[in-house]
């Protein structure tokens, strides 16, 4: 009598291995390979020019040591920190406070939900400049009504002011990314069950009482990783802070990605801007590791 073949039989043991090697394969060219080059001409005075022939010098830690001790460091990282930190904030409660409001049951509710998510549609470049005209000193509507009740002068510069500069750009980042932060929430709230809030109620739990034992729980899932998206995409994000102000003024908004790009096609230090690439993957990466044994490994073992 003939046995059909088992299921472990049907494929060798190195099948899965195979069948993952095409896109570890495109990990490698695309994310490893960069890396590594990035790191190794951190250790180099390699500039554009250098790199066709290959005809740049080792340097060691010279690099690391400019930075560290040039005196936009404390700017750089003081405008990293509010972006990174206070832009999160900011774009977790401004997503919270949307997806509270709507997560009820009224008509029309979609049209509400299909404008609280129109900033997240509309291109960074268009979006950079509705924002640029509407902070025009002169001519700017936002100028315009703050100053005519008293609330700055006329003609405030928005983007040129050095202490105010970074949080102007920070509001524009948090405009735009807020509806991502709407719909995760929205759809975390989804997944609570309306018998929790009902028994609370009988219970005799007020609305904040709801939000503190059964919301805020029940959105913990969610919110571990949408923090962990919305931290990491503020350290690498380029596109709005570059067409706003371009860094400036003084290095007052220059992020540590804008100061990578500045230096390394800007001024043509490839190799000090790779430094500055590498120390801006570090923090990224540690705050990630630590992020997640502080909070996501701790949920999954519960």
């Known amino acids: 009598m003939n046995k059909k073949p088992s299921a472990y039989r049907l494929y060798a043991p190195q099948t899965p291995y195979l069948l993952l090697l095409p896109s570890m394969a495109v990990i490698v060219l ?9 790191v190794y001409i951190s250790f180099t005075d390699s500039n554009m020019f250098a790199v066709a022939d290959r005809s740049w010098s080792y340097v060691g830690l010279d690099n690391y040591r400019d930075f560290i001790t040039n005196p936009s460091f404390g700017r750089v990282l003081y405008a990293t920190f509010v972006y990174v930190v206070l ?32 900033p997240w549609v509309v291109p960074q470049v268009v979006l950079v400049i509705i924002w640029r005209w509407m902070l025009n000193p002169q001519f700017g509507v936002i100028n315009y009504l703050l100053s005519s009740v008293g609330i700055v002068p006329p003609e405030f510069a928005w983007l040129s002011n050095p202490t105010i500069a970074i949080f ?110 590498v120390i801006a993957l570090l923090f990224s990466l540690a705050f990630s590791i630590v992020y997640y044994f502080a909070f996501m490994r701790r949920r999954e073992d519960n």
């Open 30 to 38: 695309i994310l490893v390979i960069p890396i590594v080059f990035a």
């Open 87 to 118: 832009g999160v904030v900011l774009t977790f409660a401004a997503g919270l406070a949307a997806a509270l409001l709507l997560n009820v049951k009224l008509r029309g509710s979609a049209i509400f939900k299909a404008l609280f998510i129109l």
């Open 168 to 277: 102007t750009v920070m509001v524009v980042t948090t405009w735009k990314q807020y509806p991502l932060s709407f719909l995760i929430l929205l759809a975390g709230l989804k997944t609570i069950p309306d018998e929790l809030y009902e028994a609370a109620s009988i219970d005799g739990a007020g609305s904040v009482g709801r939000f503190m034992h059964i919301t805020w729980p029940g959105l913990r899932p969610v919110t571990s990783v949408l923090v962990l998206l919305l931290t990491v995409w503020a350290f690498t994000n380029f596109v709005i802070i570059w067409l706003m102000t371009r860094g400036g003024p003084a290095d007052r908004t220059a992020t540590l990605a804008i100061f990578s790009y500045l230096n390394s096609f800007g001024f043509n230090r490839l190799g000090y801007g790779a430094t500055i690439g």
